[in-house]
Structures are given as C-alpha cells and as structure tokens.
C-alpha cells in the first residue's frame, strides 16, 4: 500500500503553464504524437498528469504519466508500479466524477 489511496487529488496547472494545451511526445520509434493535456494533479508526494491523443479521444482514454521537475521544467516519467498507477488513475476519477456520477 502507497499510502495515497484515500487521499484527494490536488489540481494543479505546471504542464499548461509550461507547454500550453497541448504537448508533443516522441515515442520509442521516433515518431511524435501531440496529446491534450487532460489534467494534472498532486496525490500524496508525487505529481501526475493525464493525457489523451486524438485516437485515446476516440476511445475516451486517457495515458498517465508521473511529473517530475528537472531544472525548474516539468518532465515526464512513466508509470511503472501497478498500484501507484491505479492509484492515479482512481484520483483522476475523483477529479472527474462526485461519488454519485460514478460510473
């Protein structure tokens, strides 16, 4: 257990700050993709964000990554441990929906 299951997520705006609405990653084979940025939120010490490309619209899916800050501008890391992802993606819930909207 992280610790961060039960606690409420902090909206925060770094990213927008940073980058705007929207921000360009390069994936592993070297081609770019543009992604909005959903959101962005602290949960317990750590700082997340959601983001959604075009296609990810479509299907109403959102990527999580962890936000770093490395010389004053935000970086972003994947998500590698399974339950501080889920954790994540519980938070961004909470952002999105009260108790009663859940679907």
């Keep these: 257990m ?16 940073a980058f705007g609405k929207d921000i360009q990653l390069i994936a592993e084979d070297g081609g ?7 959101a962005e939120f602290q949960l317990g010490d750590h700082i997340y964000a959601a ?5 990810m619209r479509g299907e109403d899916e959102v990527e999580l990554f ?12 994947t998500i590698e441990d399974d339950e501080e992802w889920e954790a994540a993606s519980e938070a961004y819930d909470d ?6 909207e859940r679907p």
């Excluded at 770019?32 to 959903?38: F, H, L, Q, R, T």
């Excluded at 983001?51 to 296609?55: A, N, T, V």
């Design 2 to 17: 992280s610790g961060t299951e039960h606690q409420s997520p902090k909206e925060l705006n770094s990213l927008k700050e």
């Design 32 to 38: 770019a993709e543009i992604y909005d940025i959903k």
């Design 51 to 55: 983001l959604q490309s075009d296609i």
């Design 66 to 77: 962890r936000v770093v800050h490395a010389g004053g501008e935000p970086q972003l890391e």
């Design 95 to 100: 952002l999105l929906f009260t108790d009663n």
